[in-house]
């Protein structure tokens, strides 16, 4: 599993750092970001983003679970969701539970972002105290959509195996413009708007237009 894109970015973990300091009235003292694999499976996460580092193998634990996943999303489940970690049961703690509370970890607050074919990303954060009602999740919540736009910008760029001209071609696809459109937007040949795009397609590992916008928006281009 590659490691989480803030542990290389400076402007990923400048809104990380920023963002922890402002949930600071809150006891949030660690967050994490989960996204689809976009070359794995309908179920597979990566951890895009994590605070304090030293969390990694609790991160990944809760990627690899099945927790929150395909089912979850396919059901009428809420896309926030409180729990307090230390009161679940053994029998169904999970490995990624008992390593959070093996860290002082208590509560967490999950804010799911839906994409595109039952994939989505996922916001956590964790507290090492109980939140005795909802209001702190629901503030907690608010947070999160304030800053989404800024920190998923942030990843794409930090994660994107695209040049910028490759994505704006594959973004103008993505509108319904034919190449010959696209190319004239840009100011560019038919040809030369075939060409970024096929590379688009081989660095995306697919071989139509339509899939390559799809794994677009899996890494958050899109």
Not at 94 to 101: E, I, P, S, T, V
Not at 120 to 143: G, K, T
Not at 158 to 169: F, G
Request: include cysteine.
């Amino acid at each position: 599993m590659p490691y989480p894109a803030n542990f290389d970015s400076v402007s990923v973990d400048g809104v990380i750092s920023d963002w922890l300091r402002a949930l600071r009235e809150y006891s949030v003292e660690a967050l994490m970001v989960l996204g689809p694999d976009p070359f794995g499976g309908r179920d597979d996460r990566l951890v895009l983003a994590l605070h304090p580092p030293r969390l990694l193998d609790a991160a990944e634990a809760l990627a690899e679970s099945r927790d929150f996943g395909a089912p979850w999303r396919d059901s009428d489940a809420p896309l926030v969701a409180w729990q307090d970690i230390s009161k679940s049961s053994f029998e169904s703690m999970g490995r990624w539970r008992r390593l959070w509370l093996g860290h002082g970890y208590q509560s967490v607050v999950r804010i799911a972002f839906p994409l595109t074919v039952g994939r989505a990303f996922e916001c956590y954060l964790f507290s090492p105290r109980q939140w005795h009602d909802r209001s702190e999740a629901a503030l907690l919540a608010w947070s999160s959509l304030n800053i989404w736009p800024l920190l998923k910008r942030a990843l794409a760029e930090a994660r994107s195996p695209l040049s910028p001209r490759e994505l704006e071609c594959l973004s103008l696809a993505f509108q319904g413009m034919t190449a010959r459109e696209s190319g004239e937007q840009l100011l560019c040949s038919e040809r030369t708007v075939n060409f970024h795009l096929a590379n688009a397609m081989s660095k995306l590992q697919v071989d139509n237009k339509l899939a390559a916008i799809q794994r677009a928006c899996w890494f958050g281009l899109i």
